[in-house]
């Protein structure tokens, strides 16, 4: 199953669910990107409402992480910050929670990849002894200097248990537009569901620039490719005009698999 929604309800995720599940979206990404300001009680009510739609929530986790900083303080910083949002996930029965892990800072690695690790491991067991329902998803990243290339993270997944996003753009960035998409889904496939994110991007010689509106071309690249490989995914638009975006790419999937069956 291909599931879409965008990142972001446009507004107050209270207010809007409703209006999000009748475009006849069945995902969407709840937003702390610049930081946990949700109530517990707003979290709560956000999945009482979704009883009702049923769309799979996720949480972007806010920029502010680094779980592999030099510094100590910025480490238990990062940790709060996904924990919180974790917090607030479990509450509104989101599925799992964003976040782009960290960066080298000029080291190796397979050094930053224990760091990490060591982290995301210490984060799951805090998950566990809270009782939350929620996976963490460190998510491929579109600059060299950041953490988390695709080969990274399945191997964080393996070596975890933990799920990943795959962000197809910031792939495309991070490789200077290379996208190599027989090879991805090869190594997605044996995965399960694929949380992942989608959007145009554009880049520069370190990576991603900014996120822009998804070109018709690039959404019927990726849906043919899932296609292709029956993988079972969720996209979540992450363009500047997600929702407008989203409606696209539900008419591109309708398109193409009125095509598959002519
Ligand atoms: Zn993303």
Not at 59 to 80: C, D, Q, R, V, W
Not at 122 to 138: M, Q, R, V
Not at 191 to 201: D, N, R, T, Y
Request: proline letters at 3%; one cysteine or more.
């Amino acid at each position: 199953m291909i599931r879409i929604g965008p990142a972001g309800f446009g507004g107050s995720p209270i207010e809007n669910i409703e209006h999000i599940a009748e475009l006849g979206f069945t995902a969407a990404e709840v937003e702390f990107t610049y930081g946990v300001r949700m109530k517990k009680e707003d979290a709560k009510r956000l999945g009482e409402l979704n009883k009702k739609h049923r769309l799979m929530l996720s949480i972007h986790a806010p920029y502010y992480i680094n779980l592999a900083s030099k510094e100590k303080e910025k480490i238990e910083a990062s940790k709060k910050r996904i924990l919180d949002s974790c917090q607030r996930g479990s509450l509104m029965g989101a599925k799992y929670v964003v976040f782009h892990a960290g960066f080298y800072m000029g080291r190796d690695q397979e050094e930053v990849f224990q760091i990490i690790k060591q982290e995301i491991i210490s984060i799951k067991d805090k998950i566990k002894k809270n009782n939350w329902n929620i996976k963490l998803a460190p998510e491929t990243t579109g600059k060299a200097s950041q953490f988390g290339d695709i080969d990274e993270l399945i191997r964080m997944k393996k070596e975890t248990g933990c799920h990943i996003c795959i962000d197809f753009a910031h792939i495309k960035a991070r490789n200077q537009g290379d996208i190599d998409y027989d090879d991805i889904m090869k190594k997605l496939k044996p995965l399960g569901h694929i949380h992942a994110h989608f959007s145009g991007i554009e880049w520069t010689s370190k990576g991603e620039r900014r996120h822009l509106i998804t070109p018709e071309k690039d959404i019927k690249e990726l849906l043919s490719y899932l296609l292709k490989y029956k993988i079972d995914a969720t996209i979540i638009n992450e363009s500047p005009d997600s929702v407008e975006d989203c409606l696209k790419t539900l008419r591109i999937l309708q398109d193409i698999r009125m095509k598959l069956i002519q």
